[in-house]
């Protein structure tokens, strides 16, 4: 079979191969019931990574022109596009993607899917995924809970809610608030289906074709997909120990007249950075010089191990130029999906107008659950449990990489959140190295996504919460392993020979 890779366009290789067997397909030179080579012949002779033809495969599949059953390989199922469909024979399948929008097409690959289907899988370790340890899930509590809701309230809380939240729920919100200093009422605050609803919603409520949004560099990398879906030009601005570097944030302020400014100033994620009290000043003043919004992302400033607290900016900002998301995600669990966002009114009643089209509210019986944790005062003891729990699996993985991770190897030692952020040996790349650790057995996300520019490729985030402390320290182990034989292969293989691969696996 003809198939050319290029590995210096955008496109991935797994898509460059399933565009070209769809095009044999579609042209009638591969007829219904032809046989495509087996996956591992063809990943050998094209030089690339049986996972790469999966990918492939799995693409003509969900367009529905081939279908693959165990045992029998991959088979062409389509007639030809354009041949018409006479008597009873089947019409051709649509090629679906000719379909699809330009915000589609914007989307890149599915690297969270990707990373959170591996780690629901015995074999792999997965340190990618930002999820809190299982076992601090207080199920005891959220079980009662459940039980007392729906004999007490069953009808109300299987019922509809109003888009901005539950309403005790709200008040419960404005008391977590209170304790981050915050002083706000139900009114100016809106229930999400978890934070990453409100990036969403912010693309949507700001953003125009074209227009700049500044992030951190490196930034969340979901954040940072939204907004360029959404059709803006997602500026980085470097950052330093401190947080966010000002005088490039200045620059960028004055050339660019930015939509917003989005900013996760505590245990940023994925560089653990703590923004300093002063910067934090700064950066508000900065904001009201430039009349500039500031989208604040807080996931984790509940999950403080050591060090001093540092206020929210929203808990400093005076003019109300801040709007922050926060989410039960990171110190409950994320299944339910519940995260808010408060904001001044008008900016909350636009935003639940632009929600309202996509999925109405949040899940009511979720929001009552956890409005009922809070009220019956669990909190506050789950919360000191968790953190006890991330810390030492934090202390775990740091000893572990301390001990074993090959020179040139380096890794932050943040206060909170749930990350390290870690610098690979001089020259490696942290997708290549990803492909490679996925057979050993390992996981991770590679630095790449959290840069708008594409930088990064030296870094990987390694999360250390989601996993005990034995699987943390096997993990180590398989990805120190995978690191120095990288770092041999590295000097052995040619360039060109090397898998060109995008993060997914
Ligand atoms: N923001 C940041 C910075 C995050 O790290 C995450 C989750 N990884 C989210 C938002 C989204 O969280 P959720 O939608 O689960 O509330």
Redo the contacts with the bound molecule.
């Keep these: 079979m003809r198939i050319t890779i290029d590995r210096d366009i955008s496109t991935p290789v797994y898509r460059q191969i399933a565009d070209q067997i769809r095009d044999l397909i579609l042209s009638g030179e591969f007829g219904p019931g032809r046989r495509l080579p087996a996956e591992r012949k063809l990943a050998e002779s094209l030089g690339v990574n049986r996972s790469t033809i999966i990918n492939a495969y799995g693409e003509l599949q969900a367009s529905g022109l081939v279908e693959s059953r165990f045992g029998r390989g991959t088979t062409v199922l389509a007639a030809p596009l354009g041949s018409p469909p006479a008597g009873d024979r089947q019409a051709a399948p649509l090629p679906w993607r000719q379909f699809f929008g330009e915000t589609a097409g914007r989307t890149r690959e599915p690297l969270l899917r990707d990373l959170m289907e591996l780690a629901g899988r015995e074999d792999i370790i997965s340190f990618a995924a930002?999820i809190p340890a299982p076992e601090t899930y207080p199920l005891d509590a959220f079980r009662e809970i459940q039980d007392q809701v729906l004999r007490d309230h069953g009808r109300a809380a299987l019922q509809h809610s109003p888009t901005e939240g539950h309403l005790p729920l709200r008040e419960t919100i404005c008391q977590i608030m209170h304790a981050r200093g915050v002083n706000c009422s139900p009114d100016e605050i809106l229930v999400?289906s978890?934070?990453?609803?409100g990036?969403d919603l912010a693309a949507r409520v700001f953003v125009d074709q074209g227009d700049v949004v500044l992030v951190e560099e490196p930034s969340?990398f979901?954040?940072v997909q939204v907004f360029q879906t959404s059709g803006a030009r997602v500026i980085g601005v470097p950052l330093d120990e401190g947080g966010v570097r000002l005088d490039v944030l200045e620059t960028l302020l004055s050339r660019y007249q930015p939509k917003f400014v989005y900013t996760?100033p505590t245990f940023q994620?994925p560089s653990g950075v703590t923004m300093s009290l002063e910067r934090r000043l700064a950066l508000l003043e900065l904001a009201y010089r430039y009349q500039v919004p500031v989208l604040e992302?807080d996931?984790?400033g509940e999950l403080r191990y050591e060090g001093k607290f540092v206020p929210a900016l929203k808990a400093l900002d005076r003019n109300g130029y801040v709007i922050y998301?926060s989410?039960?995600?990171?110190v409950l669990f994320?299944g339910l999906?519940v995260?808010w966002m408060v904001a001044p009114r008008p900016v909350a009643r636009q935003f639940a107008l632009a929600r309202q089209l996509v999925d109405l509210h949040s899940n009511t019986l979720a929001q009552w659950l956890i409005d009922g944790f809070f009220r019956r005062g669990l909190f506050d003891v789950h919360i000191a449990g968790v953190r006890r729990e991330n810390e030492r699996r934090r202390n775990t993985m740091q000893l572990a990489l301390g001990r074993k991770a090959p020179p040139g190897f380096r890794f932050n030692r943040p206060e909170g959140g749930l990350y390290l952020w870690c610098t690979l040996p001089s020259g490696m790349n942290g997708s290549r190295l990803l492909a490679h650790a996925t057979e050993h057995g390992v996981t991770f996300v590679p630095g790449e996504p959290f840069y708008a520019g594409g930088q990064g490729q030296d870094h990987i985030r390694l999360n250390y919460s989601y996993l005990p402390p034995d699987r943390i320290e096997e993990g180590v182990a398989r990805l120190v392993t995978v690191i120095r034989e990288s770092t041999s292969h590295g000097r052995e293989m040619p360039a060109g020979v090397v898998p060109g691969m995008m993060p997914i696996v």
């Design positions: 930002g999400l978890g934070s990453q609803q990036l969340f979901c954040a996760l994620n992302d996931p984790y998301l989410t039960f995600s990171k994320p999906r995260g």
